[in-house]
Structures are given as C-alpha cells and as structure tokens.
C-alpha cells in the first residue's frame, strides 16, 4: 500500500470565502495556541490530566467568560440526582411562536474540559443560534470518571427533559465531543426503551475515537484549531474498545431505529472524516440526515466572526422547523 506524501508548503485562505473567513484562517485561534501548546500526558498518568486540565481551563477562562457578554442568557441550574444541569433561555423574540423545542446541549473539549462554569459558556452561542432554551448538564470527565460516566449523565439529562416534555418537542444537540456524546446518548437511550427525541444536530461531531478517518492525516496542521487526540480519547474509554458505539457512535447500529439528523463540518476539519463517515452511515440505515460542509472551515468554525458562522445556524434552524412540529 503506497502513502501519498506531500512536500511542506504553505496552505493560504482560499479567496472563494468571505473576508472575514479569510481573516480568521490567516490568524487562526490564539485559544488553540493556549490549548495545544504542551503535549497531552499519558492517558495513564492521572496526576498529570488533573494539572493539565486545570492549566488548560485557566487558559480558555477568559475567552469562555467574554461569551457571557457577547450571548447574555437568563441562566437557572437544576440538581438531577446530583448531576448539575444548567437551563438556559436566550433575549426572547417577540416574533417568536409559542411551543417551541428545548434542545439537550451537550458541550466539547474532548471529554476531558469544558465542565463547570464552562458548561455554561459554552452553551450560549447555541441558545442564541437557535432560539431555543437550552439544557446544558455539567456531565463527568476523566481521568475520575471516565465513560461511561459521560454517556450516563448524558441519557440521565434526556430522561429528566422527557418528565417535562414530550419527546418530539425535545433536540439532542452537541458539538465536537459533545456531538459524539449526543449520538452515543441517544443510542443508549434508545436500547434503554426510551423514546427517540425529534432530532439531532450534530456539529462536527467525535463520532469515532480511533481517529481512523482521512481527514485526521489530511488536516493535522491545516485546521487551525484542533490537533489528533489519541491520548485523551484513550483516557476517556479507560481500556474499552474505541469502537464500541457508545464511544464511537459511527460504529452504532442506526438502522433499529434513529431521528433525523443534521451534521455540519468544514474542509479545513480535523473532524470532516468523523462526520462525512457518519452521515453515510446514517444514510444507509434509512435515517434522515442531512451534510453541510463549508468551504475552508476548520474545527472551531470561524470563531463567530464570519458570514458563514451564521450560515450554520441557518441551515440548523432550518432543519429543525422541517423536523419539529410546534407544541400544540
């Protein structure tokens, strides 16, 4: 088996997205420079994903915090046998029609940050996306509890929406981990006998933590954000096989039963293989689900800074009024 191999070279914004795409390839993400400025420890040494960890959500504080700011949302936290679920409800539209969804968020960082106050900053961009009140649980990380403990707290979080509204009116969203998450979850909640929700929106989701797809050799050092994560997802299945679908959800048997799905990526993507690859798998066991691919995005978007960011909640707006029907 031949390996193409390709000379050093310089990878310029291309001129066929807007200025301000361009103007955020060109400076990529001070925040990756802060995230992946050391090497991820051992998926053994506990100790040192404690420290790193801690390192690493000091770094993102800041940048986390002036979310509040830029998406102020009314915030109210409810306890859930103990896990910390964060409720949040964006400026209201006056436009807006009653019996509107609520969508179960469930947030990145590669299953080893985001918690805490986090949780709750990295929900809000979705919240004013969408227009929708967002649920957003705080659920458990390694190296102290690794998976299942995400998935548990994840299916616990959807069934705590089901006491309070029908299925239909419930999305499961995530981004990044989070959307691996979202797609684990709601398989698990299926086999569980729980109702399917009306959708998932599924934004470049970790669907597959072997890291197997192209992209991951095509776009390690083109994305400007987001590098492989081999040691971090070996720390989260704490020796399960990274195949198995509540890990790596593109592994998952979709045709018993799965809702219809939407799932966005970029060319510039690390994840572009994990969610081209889901997709495909979704379209062969007979679900609904539909691709958005921009042009030169890479894993963090364009940073809330481009036409193009809004495209994506468009076309995620879009989709869920063709999917959900408003509450009677």
Same mark, same amino acid.
């Given at each position: ?50 420290? &790193?960890?801690?390192?690493? +959500?000091? %770094?993102? $504080?800041? #940048?986390?915090?002036? /979310?509040?700011?830029?998406? !102020?949302?009314? @915030? ?70 690794? &998976?299942?403990?995400?998935? +548990?707290? %994840?299916? $616990?979080? #959807?069934?705590?929406? /089901?006491?309070?509204?029908? !299925?239909?009116? @419930? ?158």
């Amino acid at each position: 088996m031949s390996t193409t191999r390709f000379p050093a070279r310089p990878v310029p914004p291309p001129s066929t997205i807007s200025p301000e795409a361009r103007a955020a390839v060109a400076a990529g993400s001070p925040l990756a420079s802060l995230l992946f400025s050391e090497p991820e420890p051992s998926p053994h040494d506990a100790d040192g994903w404690r420290a &790193f960890s801690q390192r690493r +959500d000091a %770094a993102a $504080a800041p #940048y986390l915090a002036a /979310l509040a700011a830029r998406y !102020p949302c009314a @915030v109210t936290t409810h306890d859930v046998s103990g896990l910390t679920v964060h409720e949040l409800v964006a400026p209201a539209d006056p436009a807006a029609p009653g019996g509107l969804p609520v969508v179960l968020y469930l947030h990145g960082g590669g299953y080893t940050s985001g918690s805490g106050e986090a949780t709750v900053h990295l929900a809000r961009s979705t919240a004013h996306g969408l227009g929708l009140p967002v649920w957003a649980p705080d659920y458990r990380l390694p190296p102290d509890h690794p &998976f299942p403990a995400a998935v +548990d707290d %994840a299916v $616990a979080s #959807y069934a705590f929406l /089901l006491e309070r509204h029908r !299925p239909e009116d @419930v999305v499961v969203a995530g981004r990044s981990a989070g959307g691996g998450l979202a797609a684990a979850a709601v398989l698990r909640a299926r086999d569980q006998g729980l109702p399917l929700p009306a959708a998932c929106l599924l934004q470049t989701p970790e669907a597959d933590l072997t890291e197997s797809g192209d992209s991951f050799a095509l776009n390690d050092g083109v994305d400007n954000f987001l590098r492989p994560l081999p040691h971090a997802n070996a720390l989260y299945a704490a020796g399960h096989d990274l195949r198995h679908p509540h890990l790596s959800p593109l592994f998952g048997d979709f045709g018993a039963g799965f809702p219809p799905t939407i799932l966005t990526s970029g060319t510039r993507d690390l994840f572009l293989s994990n969610t081209v690859l889901l997709h495909r798998a979704l379209r062969r066991a007979g679900v609904r689900a539909d691709l958005h691919v921009w042009e030169a995005m890479g894993h963090g978007g364009f940073f809330e800074t481009a036409p193009e960011d809004g495209e994506v909640w468009a076309e995620l707006s879009a989709f869920l009024r063709t999917v959900v029907r408003p509450a009677a």
